[in-house]
Nanobody
Framework: QVQLVESGGGSVQPGGSLRLSCAAS????????MYWVRQAPRKGLEWVSI????????SYTDSVKGQFTISRDNTKNTMYLQMDDLKSEDTAVYYC????????RGQGTQVIVSS
């Protein structure tokens, strides 16, 4: 079973940037669909972005299109989420997972966007 560990979160001001990482162990991220999902305070899980780690096909939820970029490095067995022009509504715990429902997610990494 692949274990996922997220990192890279932090506290930034509006307009700032962060790059999240998702490192996999116990298996490979190659040739599968992988998700970034997030959970804002007092809200449910929301899928943010998806990537096929074999073809690099990507998709984004409407609210982050043009703002977030998902990528992967199969040689490092790691997936990334570059987040630019961050807004207060991006404040959440971010997880990588095997599906949009958060299956197999790690402990998450917290992102706080506040002035």
């Amino acid at each position: 079973q692949v274990q996922l560990v997220e990192s890279g979160g932090g506290s930034v001001q509006p307009g700032g940037s962060l790059r999240l990482s998702c490192a996999a162990s116990g298996g490979t991220l190659s040739n599968r669909w992988m998700y970034w999902v997030r959970q804002a305070p007092r809200k449910g899980l929301e899928w943010v972005s998806i990537i096929n780690t074999g073809t690099s096909r990507t998709s984004y939820t409407d609210s982050v299109k043009g703002q977030f970029t998902i990528s992967r490095d199969n040689t490092k067995n790691t997936m990334y989420l570059q987040m630019d022009d961050l807004k207060s509504e991006d404040t959440a715990v971010y997880y990588c997972s095997r599906d949009r429902y958060g299956s197999g997610r790690g402990q998450g990494t917290q992102v706080i966007v506040s002035s």
